[in-house]
């Protein structure tokens, strides 16, 4: 895909501008979209941080660039406002690892256990669920459950066994990945990790186990960007979606910073879904106010609780 010119860039800028102005917009991005996009947004974060910012909007109109689970926790929140997303197919193979009637099932064989799920899920999922959860703030939603009730997590399987290690907490996994995480290929790693023996591997804990135990830091997406910042090591290998590079280096210049390698010759550590989302696309969102993320009132207000509940056990 060709990358617009600078003019374009520069024009579609612009007139953003004064459509949001127009229409009390905000747009808000995620950490994995294209530079473009996270230039021009609003506010620019990880699930944690886009659900507090969501909550927090009094716009009239929110444009989420980032994927379909992302813009349902906008209007599960926001239920009186416009939610629109660039792309209604950018989705999340993390929360279509997680069907709703299979995931029933197996809480209905466990009734006794506490749900806690991440928020990369559905919101039917979420509905099924006691609280939500993010990679910045799990450690902390799980040391709140009740130490007597045993825990469901779901959907990702890597996050889920990093936090039992973390928390001492036995859990039953539902079996889910993220494509882009368990892509990373440990023996190209291993050999970036010998070419720059002064650079220091950090990683995300949707990485597999293996991964994760080579690593110096393992955080969430805005974890590992304020530990660049902050780190006094100046090259890092960084083992997550690509597109938290874009704030890395706008806000730790002259730091080095290598993608970790995917197992194949290919874009595999761009997230296929999140790279949906283009700067026309979200030009076109926010001028015709379409595609609008909508869902029934009773799945809405069962998905909120968990939520809320998030955002409240988080402060």
């Not at 220091?200 to 994760?212: K, R, S, V």
Request: with cysteine.
């Amino acid at each position: 895909m060709l990358r617009p010119s600078s003019k374009q860039i520069v024009d579609a800028f612009e007139e953003i501008g004064r459509l949001k102005k127009e229409k009390n917009a905000v747009i808000l991005a995620h950490y994995y979209q294209d530079p473009d996009i996270q230039d021009v947004a609003d506010f620019v974060g990880d699930s944690l941080e886009l659900a507090r910012a969501a909550q927090r909007s009094t716009a009239d109109l929110i444009v989420f660039a980032g994927v379909h689970f992302m813009a349902e926790g906008a209007k599960i929140l926001n239920p009186s406002r416009k939610v629109v997303l660039p792309d209604l197919r950018a989705g999340c193979s993390l929360a279509n690892s997680c069907p709703p009637d299979a995931f029933a099932a197996l809480r209905a064989r466990h009734p006794d256990h506490f749900v806690v799920s991440y928020i990369n899920c559905s919101a039917a999922i979420k509905a099924q669920s006691d609280v939500i959860c993010t990679s910045s703030n799990a450690k902390k939603i799980i040391s709140k459950v009740p130490a007597d009730r045993p825990i469901l997590f779901a959907p990702d399987r890597n996050l889920g066994a990093w936090l039992e290690k973390e928390t001492g907490r036995s859990m039953l996994l539902w079996q889910g990945a993220c494509i882009v995480h368990e892509t990373f290929s440990e023996r190209k790693i291993a050999a970036l990790q010998l070419e720059h023996p002064d650079a220091e591997l950090i990683a995300h804990p949707e990485c597999e186990a293996t991964l994760l135990s080579k690593a110096a830091f393992v955080g969430s997406t805005s974890a590992l960007l304020k530990h660049v910042i902050a780190s006094p090591k100046q090259k890092f290998i960084v083992a997550t979606e690509a597109g938290i590079l874009h704030q890395m280096r706008r806000q730790a210049p002259g730091k080095e910073l290598i993608a970790a390698p995917p197992n194949q010759d290919c874009a595999c550590n761009d997230c296929p879904y999140m790279k949906l989302n283009t700067l026309d696309k979200l030009l076109s969102a926010l001028r015709d106010e379409t595609p609008e993320l909508t869902m029934p009132e009773d799945l809405r207000r069962k998905a909120e609780a968990p939520l809320l509940r998030m955002l409240e056990w988080s402060q």
